[in-house]
Each structure stands twice: as C-alpha cells, then as structure tokens.
C-alpha cells in the first residue's frame, strides 16, 4: 500500500471529541521516547506529521491523522514516563485504555517495543491487558538499526509472553531512520482495509 496523503485531522482528550467511527483506524502507542513519533514519520513518508521529541512524554492527547481519506492513524500517549504527576499518570492510563477498550471501528493496535533494551515488565503488563480485553494487536520493535540493538532481546521478549501466552501475535522489526519495515506494516493494514470495507457492504 503507498500512502498518497496524510492529513492532521485534531488532538483530542476525550473520546467523544474524535471523528466519527467510520472509517478503520490503528492506533501506535508504546513506552515514551521508543521512536513513534518518528515511526509514524516514517510510514507516512512526512518528516514532521508527528513532532519528534526528544522530551518523554511529549504526547498528552489522541492525535488523529486521516490517510488516503480513507483510514485513521492515532498517536497515542507514551507511558510509563516517571517524570510526571501520580494524578496526571492515572489520568494518562484511565485515558488511553477508555479509548482502546471503547474506540468500535479500531481495527489494530501497535504496540512498540525497544528493541535496544531487556524486556520491560511494563511492556508486557500492557500487552497482557489488551490480550485480556480483546484488543487486537501487533508488536513492532524499533530502532533495529541501532549499535545498541541486540536480536537476543527480541528473543527474550518473544519467551517472556510465551509464558503466559499460547502464541506469539505477529510482530514487525522497524529502523525509522533506514525505513525498514515500512512496505510490511503498511501492507498489514492495507489488508485488514479490506475485510473493514466487506463488514460496510
């Protein structure tokens, strides 16, 4: 699938504010500074269509972005950043997962993962909740082109769900910066279009 437009739809803080639920929608979320901002640059080809911080935590609201007029990619709030308020923490997550669990034409979730780190407890507290939930998603592992990436991290993480899992959802290794893996999630989502269309007629 190429994307051809991408468009700033509006940043919302309540889930009646975003657009109406008429079109498929996947939502990128993650630990703050894992690299959505710039995986999501990435994908659509737009250097600055999610502004890149070097700030953790950057992203307090749900941005929504139209693509091709036909599907919505969400910027979701990082989490797990400790740098903030206890209030605006429980705020952030009571947030994020009223969306996640509400949000009826959300297609799929991706979930990113450092790949650059040992698996972090909550990475897959935060997976095992969308699993219990019934939210559907996909793991992404990022900055695979960094000197600091280390395959036997992917690995350990694969072992850690599998303890608690009966398989493993399918997963995407990502570099931003060398665009890799862009033509695999974009033609995961181009697919998962299609049975959304089937499911209007």
Request: charged share 25%; hydrophobic share 35%.
């Amino acid at each position: 699938m190429l994307i051809n437009t991408a468009n700033y739809i509006g940043s919302f803080t309540h889930l009646s504010q975003t657009p109406a639920a008429d079109k498929p929608e996947y939502a990128f979320i993650g630990r703050s500074n894992v690299g959505k901002s710039s995986l999501i640059n990435m994908l659509t080809g737009r250097k600055s269509l999610a502004r890149v911080s070097h700030t953790p935590g950057k992203t307090q609201t749900i941005n929504h972005y139209l693509i091709n007029e036909n599907w919505y990619l969400v910027d979701l709030p990082g989490y797990g950043y400790a740098k903030i308020s206890k209030t605006q923490r429980k705020k952030w997550e009571q947030f994020i997962r009223g969306y996640l669990a509400k949000r009826e034409n959300l297609q799929c979730v991706f979930l990113l993962i450092d790949s650059r780190i040992p698996p972090q407890k909550i990475d897959l507290e935060f997976a095992d909740w969308m699993g219990g939930m019934g939210v559907p998603f996909v793991l992404v592992f990022t900055k695979i082109d960094d000197r600091k990436y280390k395959k036997e991290n992917i690995e350990e993480f694969k072992n850690k769900m599998l303890q608690t899992w009966e398989e493993m959802p399918q997963f995407f290794l990502t570099s931003s910066k060398k665009r890799m893996g862009k033509a695999d999630v974009l033609n995961f989502i181009g697919e998962v279009n299609k049975k959304f269309k089937k499911k209007l007629v």
